[in-house]
């Protein structure tokens, strides 16, 4: 792209940061500022607005990792949902994808990284909210079945029924890019492990 008008600095500086969003070149960012500032730019304040609401309310739950506006997320603190059922996803999002679904009504737990997760906090929770069914709800991949291998490993002591999606879902690519129909036959077909 040329090189935009010195005097265009807080243009070009949106532009800049609009690129760096995941899947956003520099010719769609430059398509999505112009609609912003001048096209439309009530949409514009609001997504400015949003954005600013956003940053300062969104946090991680303490308990799930998922998101949510307190300390704990509405799904953590909601007992219709201890239904001994926990779902391990690889995202805070996927929790979204999953809930759309409405075929899962018991709770979640986040493992982003294997590094920094705290197994014994999660061993305590599956004994205090005596869970009896792990589903692991990751994208199908070697990795993830690596991970699986190595949670079950870590849980085997707990005698709990191990779960993974698989139906219908192809490997190597993230929750969010599986179509729906797709991803609910997935989870309603779940396979032991
Ligand atoms: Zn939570």
């Known amino acids: 792209m040329a090189p935009m008008d010195k005097q265009l600095n807080s243009f070009s500086n949106l532009v800049e940061a609009l690129s760096k969003l995941p899947s956003i070149g520099k ?3 430059l398509k999505m500022a112009y609609t912003l500032c001048i096209d439309d730019v009530a949409l514009g304040l609001n997504i400015a607005e949003s954005i ?3 940053l300062h309310s969104t946090r991680k739950c303490n308990i799930c990792g998922g998101l949510s506006e307190g300390e704990v997320c509405h799904i953590c603190v909601d007992s219709m949902r201890s239904n001994g059922k926990l779902c391990i996803v690889g995202h805070p999002k996927d929790i979204f994808l999953i809930e759309s679904l409405k075929e899962f009504f018991g709770k979640y737990c986040v493992l982003e990284s294997i590094k920094d997760f705290d197994f014994e906090a999660l ?3 599956i004994e205090k909210e005596k869970i009896e069914e792990i589903i692991f709800a990751f994208a199908p991949s070697l990795s993830s079945d690596v ?3 190595h949670l079950q490993d870590k849980l085997a002591h707990l005698n709990l029924k ?5 139906q219908g879902v192809p490997s190597n690519v993230n929750l969010d890019n599986i179509d ?3 991803l609910s036959k997935a989870f309603i077909y779940r396979v032991d492990l």
């Open 162 to 166: 191990f779960t993974k999606i698989a």
């Open 123 to 125: 061993i305590k929770r």
């Open 52 to 54: 600013n609401e956003a």
């Open 147 to 149: 991970l699986i291998t």
């Open 27 to 29: 010719k769609s960012a």
């Open 180 to 182: 729906h129909f797709s």
